[in-house]
């Protein structure tokens, strides 16, 4: 079973004696406490379905009615939302719900209707979930905020890891990726992490990683096309702003925009035109991998449009003072922008690129050494939830779930 995480006082008293070994000099990255807490956690795997697109849009999630793994769900989610959502953006939200149709994709809205039916729930609590990654105010101060990227607190890492690594000589169209989500959410919500074969003519056309609640995606896969996951930038950005930008303009979700992507694009370029030409409610990364040599770049996404892009094999435009040094075969993406500095407070930058050039350096790119990248210390750490390898040209696709718990088991128990 999947043992609950501390309760937010306790979790702020430990991360208050975090913030005085930080005081002292010494970065969370070195503590050796939080090492040997990652070294304690459980992998496990995430529930799987099978979601039909052939549906109409109100009757795809009904596949979620009636499941006992999803019979706390109602409780849960209530419980999370009167933790960590202020009450001040509730107003907000019925907002959203009233244009329901404007704020979101009209088929994902009408998705969202048939969820909240098959959960059991509210359509503002859905609206919420699938709003998650714009609350990042979640908690009374910066240590309980929980959802996107770098604490001004400066006492632990940001939201995310995300690598692409091209193979050699003769699996030079493998594209490797390996996503960390380092969300640190609340084991309430963590058994609830999905993965979902989006399926057409009965045929799967993608896969993707996400919380049960969620119609957008964290991450995603479309054999044969690209695999694309998203990445905090700028802390996603102020959160009435991109509530209000919702609202007012239809801006989209990054969440949503991934999902649409790989609907609707059946190519690495195609994929990356659709990400990069749709206006967002926040700043987001998009770390992109195709199926063939040299596909691959992180996407730098303004609200409104892309604030650069970084290919395989092509020198970064704007790190004109080289302080992100990668070789050109990979490209590493955290939560801040390439061309500049990693702050020494959240440096997992320059060790996960030196243990790339570790591990997959000499010899075949594939998923162990990928997986060893991605679960080395600190790019993996006590806030990554998920670890995911994924190669568009082979269709490899596997998730790990990290729980405080007994391994073996499915996150749904």
């Not at 704020?103 to 998650?132: C, H, K, P, Q, R």
């Amino acid at each position: 079973n999947n043992s609950a995480r501390p309760p937010p006082s306790v979790t702020r008293t430990m991360r208050f004696s975090l913030s005085v070994i930080v005081g002292a000099g010494a970065w969370w990255t070195s503590d050796a406490g939080l090492k040997a807490q990652v070294a304690a956690r459980a992998p496990v795997k995430p529930i799987k379905i099978s979601l039909d697109l052939d549906q109409a849009p109100a009757d795809r999630w009904k596949v979620l009615q009636g499941d006992a793994r999803f019979a706390t769900y109602k409780q849960d989610m209530t419980n999370y939302i009167g933790t960590y959502i202020p009450k001040a953006l509730l107003p907000l939200v019925a907002d959203i719900v009233a244009g329901l149709r404007k704020a979101f994709y009209a088929d994902y809205a009408a998705e969202m209707e048939g969820l909240a039916t098959a959960l059991g729930v509210s359509i503002g609590d859905i609206v919420i979930a699938n709003l998650i990654y714009q609350l990042e105010n979640i908690g009374v101060t910066c240590d309980q905020r929980n959802v996107t990227g770098p604490c001004p607190a400066k006492t632990g890492p940001g939201m995310c890891t995300g690598v692409i690594v091209n193979g050699r000589e003769d699996r030079e169209d493998e594209i490797w990726q390996g996503r960390n989500l380092d969300w640190n959410l609340d084991a309430s919500l963590l058994k609830y992490v999905l993965q979902v074969d989006y399926q057409k003519a009965n045929q799967t056309l993608f896969t993707a990683v996400q919380i049960a609640g969620e119609v957008g995606i964290l991450h995603g896969m479309r054999k044969g096309a690209f695999s694309v996951q998203l990445d905090a930038r700028d802390e996603g950005g102020s959160v009435v702003t991109n509530l209000l930008e919702l609202i007012a303009k239809g801006a989209k979700t990054p969440t949503h925009v991934m999902r649409k992507a790989l609907e609707t694009a059946a190519t690495f370029d195609a994929g990356v035109d659709a990400l990069s030409g749709t206006e967002m409610a926040n700043p987001a990364y998009f770390i992109v991998a195709g199926a063939a040599k040299g596909e691959g770049a992180i996407l730098s996404m303004d609200r409104k449009a892309s604030a650069d892009t970084w290919h395989l094999y092509e020198e970064s435009a704007k790190d004109t003072k080289h302080v992100n040094p990668q070789q050109e075969w990979f490209r590493l993406q955290t939560n801040y922008d390439h061309w500049t500095a990693a702050p020494t407070y959240d440096d997992r930058r320059a060790p996960g690129v030196a243990h790339v050039g570790q591990f997959c350096g000499d010899g075949v790119v594939d998923q162990a050494c990928m997986t060893k990248v991605m679960t080395t210390w600190p790019t993996q750490n006590h806030h990554t939830d998920v670890t995911s390898i994924m190669c568009p040209r082979t269709g490899y696709f596997d998730v790990t779930v990290w729980i405080n718990g007994t391994a073996g088991e499915s996150v749904l128990v």
